[in-house]
């Protein structure tokens, strides 16, 4: 069996051109770095874009600490994080033949805030995972800047 299925993230069409096993799902993250973290507030859902970065099988995302998602889904609230890579367009002669090729994981659960012990070897994560080697190149981060940005934490279990 698979790493990381689970009753809900059992495929439903077309099984056999997924997988759950860890490996497989750690390369498509390491080669995406934008994903889109869905959320429910007050029975309104919402679906927001972000940078994310990958150590082990942990899931780190930041931004604003004013940001409405991460003040929420800090709270420990229900998560979807997609991330989805093009492969290629399929262009047919009818619409109904033409598709993309792409692949793509959706972890669900929850996060987390990084303690700010924590926050910049996270930042530098996510940081390096965009751009691989940048974070050496950059200025320190001032303390204004750290005390700004969020930074969530999502283990990657299912």
Same mark, same amino acid.
């Given at each position: 069996? @698979?790493?990381?299925?689970?009753?809900?993230?059992? /495929?439903?069409? #077309?099984?056999?051109?997924? @997988? =759950?096993? !860890?490996?497989? +799902?750690?390369? *498509?993250?390491?080669?995406? !770095?934008?994903?889109?973290?869905?959320?429910?507030?007050?029975? %309104?859902?919402?679906? +927001?874009?972000?940078?994310?970065? &990958?150590?082990?099988?942990?899931? #780190?995302? =930041?931004?604003?600490?004013?940001?409405?998602?991460?003040?929420?889904?800090?709270?420990?609230?229900?998560?979807?994080?997609?991330?989805?890579?093009?492969?290629?367009?399929? $262009?047919? &002669?009818?619409? !109904?033949?033409? @598709?993309?090729?792409? &692949?793509?994981?959706?972890?669900?659960?929850?996060?987390?805030?990084?303690?700010?012990?924590?926050? /910049?070897?996270?930042?530098?994560? *996510?940081?390096?995972? +965009?751009?691989?080697?940048?974070?050496?190149?950059?200025?320190?981060?001032? %303390?204004?800047? $750290?005390?700004?940005?969020?930074? /969530?934490?999502?283990?990657?279990?299912?």
């Amino acid at each position: 069996m @698979s790493d990381l299925l689970s009753s809900r993230t059992k /495929l439903g069409r #077309y099984p056999p051109r997924g @997988s =759950h096993d !860890f490996a497989t +799902i750690a390369a *498509i993250l390491d080669e995406g !770095f934008f994903c889109h973290v869905g959320f429910v507030v007050n029975g %309104q859902p919402y679906v +927001i874009p972000t940078g994310f970065g &990958r150590d082990g099988h942990t899931l #780190y995302i =930041h931004g604003s600490a004013a940001s409405r998602m991460l003040n929420e889904a800090g709270k420990g609230i229900a998560l979807s994080v997609t991330v989805t890579l093009v492969d290629g367009l399929v $262009l047919a &002669r009818s619409a !109904f033949h033409s @598709s993309v090729n792409y &692949r793509s994981v959706v972890i669900l659960g929850a996060a987390e805030p990084v303690p700010a012990t924590e926050k /910049l070897r996270a930042l530098k994560t *996510i940081s390096d995972h +965009i751009v691989p080697g940048r974070w050496e190149g950059l200025r320190p981060v001032k %303390q204004q800047e $750290l005390d700004q940005t969020s930074v /969530l934490r999502m283990e990657i279990v299912e």
